[in-house]
């Protein structure tokens, strides 16, 4: 599976991330805080939130939610027409 180039070692070294490479992207990520940071903001930049879910857990909540919201517009346009025919 390796093409000669190393790019199979690449993919699974780049699942484990080492501290240094946390500081970096933490010094990054303030930084750019520090640029769009208002005066009533903190001045640390928040924290990312982890979402320990698979993507497609994640994404099949969003495909339900987006089913649940049509279907109550599917079931009030419907309690709409009864009532004009009403």
């Known amino acids: 599976m390796d093409g000669g180039d190393g790019t199979a ?6 699942r484990f991330v080492s501290e240094s490479e946390l500081d970096e992207r933490r010094k990054k ?4 805080w520090e640029k ?3 005066p ?3 001045e640390e930049c ?3 939130v982890y979402d320990p879910r698979s993507l497609y857990e ?3 909540e ?3 939610k987006k089913q649940q919201e ?4 599917f079931k009030f346009s419907k309690h709409e027409q009864v009532i004009v025919l009403s």
């Open 9 to 14: 070692d690449l993919v699974i070294n780049k």
């Open 29 to 32: 990520r303030q930084e750019e």
């Open 36 to 38: 769009v940071r208002k």
């Open 40 to 42: 009533e903001d903190p």
């Open 46 to 48: 928040p924290e990312e």
């Open 58 to 60: 994640r994404l099949q």
């Open 62 to 64: 969003q495909k339900d």
């Open 70 to 73: 049509f279907e109550e517009q």
